[in-house]
């Protein structure tokens, strides 16, 4: 005797409903969907099943926030402080000592208390503490945004006295020949005069950068978008002022333009890479223990960022925003530290720009599952605060330094930006109404006459 699946018999049951009601079921218009919905690149299901990892008991204990441990330590602290040390009479020195207790314990907070992230390595609490850090941060240029310039350089001397004092002249442009005939002796010294530090920190940050934006086109577009910027404001910062072989040859073509292409080698690599993590107890030999644990340094598994920034108008204007975003970071470390005057190698600037790399890894993760995962409704904590963090350095740098950075354009620059701008805006409505809209409703009114006809 057969058996009739529950299934098969609402598919039967509906396909009589249908036919009796004397209506062809072809002849009904299908399901209206959104046309702004876009199918998403990564699977984001799977990811989250697969990223759950075995444990064969030095997970649980290595992963665990152990908030009780913390919080023991941090009293302990507090009671040597309060019972066992000897009071310090310098009143500036209980001041700093009191304000890095109130910044401790609310980066052990962070990182005991608040959620996971979207990395995992080395260990959560390490994002954890990023992200603490960057409210931290923020807090910092909110109080320094109530001062005054002379208040704020003078507040910075409390972290390095050294600090506080106009920045020396210097001649960035300089002469832009390559080899000197007049000097015989070292005919390359233009040339050699450029080769620094800073050429490592550009190839280097560069290739740190693309690991975390993971996209040709975006990386090239802030590559040498920014040295058009740097050309655009030299007027307003002289170390802007650079020769044409710097901006381009050195600059964009050999350190911005070798840091990507290593960069997205890296990628790709990370992408091929098989991602099959044991425990460390399961793992027999002990070179196997020691690989294992320096693989817990490298990433968990790995994500391609495909941006399609022209699939729809909400991802073309988060490109946007984001390379707008990117400007701004870069922007900031020369405009702080020309108005604050804090030199170039100095470890603040330094610290910084290690922060936003870390910070700034996260928020384009965030970032990416916001604009491609469609269960995805919120917008990341990490992206929040960098981006309430640029606005506010931006704000700082227009009250510190008003006269400098309303110092006009010069026409032919001016002449450029604008049409730039009304080229991006001219596309854009090409892109997303016209090409969509008009274009799709001739389609329509073709399929329609044939037919008719």
């Known amino acids: 005797m057969t058996t009739v699946k529950r299934d098969d018999l609402r598919h039967f049951t509906r396909g009589i409903s249908s036919s009796s009601s004397g209506r062809n079921t072809e002849d009904r218009e299908p ?26 008991g030095t997970m649980s204990f290595f992963w665990r926030a152990h908030t009780i441990t913390c919080l023991v330590i941090a009293m302990s602290y507090l009671f040597y402080v309060a019972i066992l040390e000897q009071p310090s009479e310098d009143s500036s020195y209980n001041t700093k000592r009191g304000l890095l207790a109130c910044a401790g314990f609310f980066l052990v907070f962070g990182m005991t208390q608040t959620p996971d992230g979207v990395f995992v390595r080395p260990h959560p609490a390490l994002w954890r503490l990023v992200l603490c850090f960057s409210v931290l941060y923020e807090i910092v240029l909110i109080y320094i945004l109530f001062q005054t310039a002379d208040e704020a350089r003078q507040l910075i001397k409390h972290i390095d006295p050294a600090l506080g004092v106009p920045l020396p002249d210097k001649d960035y442009g300089g002469s832009c020949r390559i080899y000197d005939w007049e000097h015989p ?53 002289p170390n802007f002022s650079e020769c044409w072989w710097d901006h381009w040859i050195l600059d964009a073509l050999i350190c911005n333009g070798g840091g990507i292409y290593l960069g997205m080698k890296t990628c790709e690599y990370l992408k091929m890479k098989p991602y099959n993590w044991r425990g460390l107890w399961t793992i027999p030999t002990v070179r196997g223990k020691i690989m294992r644990a320096l693989g817990q340094f490298t990433p968990h598994d790995w994500l391609e960022f495909d941006w399609r920034p022209t699939a729809s108008l909400k991802r073309w204007l ?60 919120k917008f990341g904590r990490q992206s929040w605060v960098i981006t309430a963090i640029v606005i506010t350095e931006v704000l700082i740098v227009l009250k510190f330094d008003w006269e400098t950075v309303t110092k006009p354009l010069p026409f032919y620059i001016g002449l450029l930006w604008i049409t730039i701008a009304v080229g991006i805006v001219l596309w854009t409505i090409y892109q997303f109404w016209f090409k969509r809209f008009i274009l799709w409703g001739q389609k329509k009114n073709v399929s329609n006459t044939k037919k008719s006809e």
């Open 31 to 56: 399901p209206v969907t959104p046309t702004s919905a876009q199918p998403s690149v990564f699977d984001w299901e799977s990811d989250k099943r697969r990223s759950k990892p075995l444990d064969d």
């Open 185 to 237: 002796e070292d005919p390359f010294h233009y040339f050699k005069d450029k080769m620094d530090f800073f050429v490592l920190s550009h190839f280097f940050g560069w290739w740190l950068k693309t690991l975390i934006i993971r996209d040709y086109w975006l990386c090239m577009v802030t590559s040498i978008g920014f040295e058009i910027l740097e050309y655009s404001l030299e007027h307003q910062l």
């Open 318 to 377: 988060a490109m946007l925003f984001i390379t707008c975003f990117l400007f701004l970071i870069e922007l900031g470390t020369f405009y702080l530290k020309f108005i604050l005057w804090i030199p170039p190698p100095h470890f603040l600037c330094l610290s910084r720009l290690l922060f936003f790399l870390l910070a700034g890894g996260v928020s384009m993760r965030e970032m990416f599952e916001y604009l491609d995962n469609p269960q995805c409704k």
